[in-house]
T-cell receptor
Framework: KAGVTQTPRYLIKTRGQQVTLSCSPI?????VSWYQQTPGQGLQFLFE???????NKGNFPGRFSGRQFSNSRSEMNVSTLELGDSALYLC????????????FGSGTQLSVL | GESVGLHLPTLSVQEGDNSIINCAYS??????FIWYKQESGKGPQFIID?????DKRQGQRVTVLLNKTVKHLSLQIAATQPGDSAVYFC??????????FGKGTMLLVSP
């Protein structure tokens, strides 16, 4: 069974640009969540999608958005990039219910110059 | 323990020793807890989980202990191996697929 797949693996952007990251969950998993990881703040929850609907949202500005497609694949978008957005962005998938194990992809390393 | 910026608490052990990694969680209402292992360049890897109606759970070479009275989790790794070297995170479930992570502990295993 394939794991969570994230593309691209690395991205370099400049301030003010926007970026779209992609995530394919484990087959059969209907929930996809996104996390930001930085050395200073650690792992922080961005948002979670289930059945194409955002079910939970973390404390991030509106520049961070996402969506989920009918096949459970998800994308996240960051607009008007800032230097502080440089981070490892991790996608995790799980079955639909509460208290389900989250399985993470390897992440997309975003560098904003 | 607390981490500041790039500095994670570090536990250094010899191969074959038992390791204990500790974690304090914040929300007394949390009912599900997970330990993850993260190696350099990879995403967090699930190790073991425990629900709040339990105080101990064992896996292969790993044991998680939960003390709800003091909001404390620990991960015990038996016969630690060099391949166990990684950063370990505890996480508490704050809702559907919404995890709040601890700052992490780096485990260094010397052969």
């Amino acid at each position: 069974k394939a794991g969570v797949t994230q593309t691209p693996r690395y991205l370099i952007k400049t301030r003010g640009q926007q970026v779209t990251l992609s995530c394919s969950p484990i087959s059969g998993h209907r929930s996809v969540s996104w996390y930001q990881q930085t050395p200073g703040q650690g792992l922080q929850f961005l948002f979670e999608y289930f059945s194409e609907t955002q079910r939970n949202k973390g404390n991030f500005p509106g520049r961070f958005s996402g969506r989920q497609f009918s096949n459970s694949r998800s994308e996240m978008n960051v607009s008007t990039l800032e230097l502080g957005d440089s981070a490892l962005y991790l996608c995790a998938s799980s079955r639909a219910g509460p208290n389900e194990k989250l399985f993470f992809g390897s992440g997309t390393q975003l560098s904003v110059l | 323990g607390e981490s500041v910026g790039l500095h994670l608490p570090t536990l250094s052990v010899q191969e074959g020793d038992n390791s204990i990694i500790n974690c304090a969680y914040s929300n007394s209402a949390s009912d599900y807890f997970i330990w993850y292992k993260q190696e350099s360049g990879k995403g967090p890897q699930f190790i073991i989980d425990i629900r709040s109606n339990m105080d101990k759970r064992q896996g292969q070479r790993v044991t998680v202990l939960l003390n709800k009275t003091v909001k404390h989790l620990s991960l015990q790794i038996a016969a630690t191996q060099p391949g166990d070297s990684a950063v370990y995170f505890c996480a508490e479930n704050s809702g559907y697929s919404t995890l709040t992570f601890g700052k992490g502990t780096m485990l260094l295993v010397s052969p």
